[in-house]
């Protein structure tokens, strides 16, 4: 359940913890990215009419994950997320978005859908057309969008709709998700400092996408 305060929690340990992710893929499919800095790790999520979530990130391969895990505050974190394959590197120092949109692409094919920040936007374009999914794009991160999105996120959480294919990396991240709210009940995310939230953040923007299919 979401945090209608000043600031608080996206969803509840509780809430998160009944829901059940054994749904299938079925019908549309909506993509959520967020790709940061190209030294650090970027993250897309795929929701589907279903309910079913998944979600996966990339790092560069250079400094090692190690090194890499320790920045996030836990050793060997993104190690055990890519032994379970929801990480997967893009080789040297650079994340490309292209490396990610692929493997999107391999495991659940082109969207009906796509929201993602502008950060990056040539390099999204770009990888949008080597991985050959000619979906429009919505950029964010308007006020409007982002309550909107945050918004469904908890009504699907509420009714039990999401059906999230559970890791460490995006238990860890919903954990870490901080959403603010003004007087007028206004929802928005709060400082991301260390970005441990991704994971969260494209889920529910994937689900706000869907919701307005």
């Known amino acids: 359940m979401l945090a209608h305060a000043e600031q608080g929690a996206l969803v509840t340990a509780e809430a998160w913890g009944v829901l059940s992710g054994h749904v299938p893929r079925c019908g549309d499919n909506a993509l959520g990215g967020d790709m940061s800095s190209p030294t650090s790790l970027s993250a897309c999520a795929g929701v589907w009419e279903s309910g079913r979530a998944e979600a996966i990130v990339t790092v560069p391969s250079d400094p090692p994950l190690e090194t890499q895990g320790r920045a996030l505050g836990s050793f060997g974190f993104l190690i055990r997320a890519r032994d379970s394959g929801v ?3 893009s ?3 650079v994340a490309d978005p292209q490396c990610l949109l692929s493997e999107a692409d391999e495991r659940w094919g082109e969207p009906v859908a796509i929201a993602a ?3 990056r936007k040539p390099a999204i374009l770009d990888a949008l057309e080597a991985v050959g999914w000619p979906t429009t794009v919505t950029w964010r991160w308007g006020r409007t969008q982002i309550h909107e999105d945050i918004s469904a996120l908890g009504a699907w959480v509420l009714s039990r709709r999401l059906a999230p294919q559970r890791s460490e990396l995006l238990d860890h991240s919903m954990a870490s998700v901080v959403v603010t709210s003004d007087v007028v009940d206004n929802l928005g995310w709060a400082h991301r400092a260390k970005r441990p ?3 969260a953040v494209v889920v529910t ?3 706000g996408s869907l919701s307005r299919w």
């Open 87 to 89: 990480l997967v590197e």
């Open 197 to 199: 939230d991704d994971l």
């Open 117 to 119: 920040d502008r950060f």
């Open 205 to 207: 923007n994937a689900v």
């Open 91 to 93: 080789e040297g120092r």
